[in-house]
T-cell receptor, first 115, second 117 residues
Framework: AAGVIQSPRHLIKEKRETATLKCYPI?????VYWYQQGPGQDPQFLIS???????DKGSIPDRFSAQQFSDYHSELNMSSLELGDSALYFC??????????????FGPGTRLLVL | AQKVTQAQTEISVVEKEDVTLDCVYE???????LFWYKQPPSGELVFLIR??????QNEISGRYSWNFQKSTSSFNFTITASQVVDSAVYFC??????????????FGKGITLSVRP
């Protein structure tokens, strides 16, 4: 079965640089979520989209922005990177309406290292 | 306030032992979902089980079983006859459909399970 695809899998950036993470949800899943997991931490919700509209926002820094495109893939844009942004970034997708409690299926994550 | 509490941080067992992972949650919603995810050393998050707040029926699936008790706000997970491949971090998560918009997951801190041969 198709899974959530994330690219790149690994990314190394310098401080103050910009990074773009991409997420391709499971086919026919129209809700996408982004989470950030710091070392030894639990995943923290950043932002979600349903039918290309932002549906909820969590603890996402103003330096980050995201969008969902017409083909339902999503991109997380991170600017002015800081050392503390080093983390594992997960994308998850689920079918149906956001807020319906559907299972979120996670991608393999993008491991970002900021030097 | 912590909404999902996994009081156990690390558990170490010998292969073939049974192990129960505890999860206590807090919510004012009457409609919510509870989940268990597994994160092996490779890093991906693997979905294991989902239960809604109206379904307290416990279930056994192979070596896995779940005990959901609303009276104690607990959603515990048991692995029977543990195997080395079960070594991972296990996260309990809550999705609130009333006060928590749009199904975002709130995770517990995770339990690191080590199964020794």
């Amino acid at each position: 079965a198709a899974g959530v695809i994330q690219s790149p899998r690994h990314l190394i950036k310098e401080k103050r640089e910009t990074a773009t993470l991409k997420c391709y949800p499971i086919p026919r899943h129209d809700t996408v979520y982004w989470y950030q997991q710091g070392p030894g931490q639990d995943p923290q919700f950043l932002i979600s989209f349903y039918e290309k509209m932002q549906s909820d926002k969590g603890s996402i820094p103003d330096r980050f922005s995201a969008q969902q495109f017409s083909d339902y893939h999503s991109e997380l844009n991170m600017s002015s990177l800081e050392l503390g942004d080093s983390a594992l970034y997960f994308c998850a997708s689920s079918p149906g309406l956001a807020g319906s409690g559907e299972t979120q299926y996670f991608g393999p994550g993008t491991r970002l290292l900021v030097l | 306030a912590q909404k999902v509490t996994q009081a156990q941080t690390e558990i170490s067992v010998v292969e073939k032992e049974d192990v129960t992972l505890d999860c206590v949650y807090e919510t004012r919603d009457t409609t919510y979902y509870l989940f268990w995810y597994k994160q092996p050393p490779s890093g991906e998050l693997v979905f294991l089980i989902r239960r809604n707040s109206f379904d307290e029926q416990n279930e056994i699936s192979g070596r896995y079983s779940w005990n959901f008790q609303k009276s104690t706000s607990s959603f515990n997970f048991t692995i029977t006859a543990s195997q080395v491949v079960d070594s991972a971090v296990y996260f309990c998560a809550l999705s609130e459909l009333e006060t928590g918009a749009n199904s975002k997951l709130t995770f517990g801190k995770g339990i690191t399970l080590s199964v020794r041969p």
